[in-house]
């Protein structure tokens, strides 16, 4: 009786660390090699990520730095303060043009 209990516990828990991997393997490898691939086919490029991060430390690194110092006017176009990242990598990457059939 003891040994079916153990058996399984034993067969819940490999499968709960498969499904654990699984997820994990999925969420930051799978997913964004497959998000990738679909915005490349459809001509939108951008700066490679890095593993885990991302690219969320170079965009931290550019919104710090266009909102250190306060604004000379106001002004209601805010994308290069508040979205820096956005603005750099559409001058180095280009802009997607969408074509129309």
């Not at 516990?9 to 679909?38: E, G, H, Q």
């Amino acid at each position: 009786m003891a040994m079916v209990v153990l058996a399984t516990l034993l067969v819940v828990f490999i499968s709960l660390l498969f499904r654990v991997a699984y997820d994990t393997i999925s969420c930051y490898w799978l997913t964004p090699r497959r998000i990738k691939k679909v915005m490349e086919k459809q001509g939108v490029r951008g700066p490679k990520p890095r593993p885990l991060t991302g690219n969320i430390m170079e965009m931290t690194s550019l919104v710090s730095k266009s909102t250190a110092k306060d604004m000379n006017h106001i002004d209601h176009d805010i994308v290069g303060r508040l979205l820096p990242h956005y603005v750099t990598w559409s001058q180095q990457y280009g802009k997607h043009i969408s074509s129309q059939s």
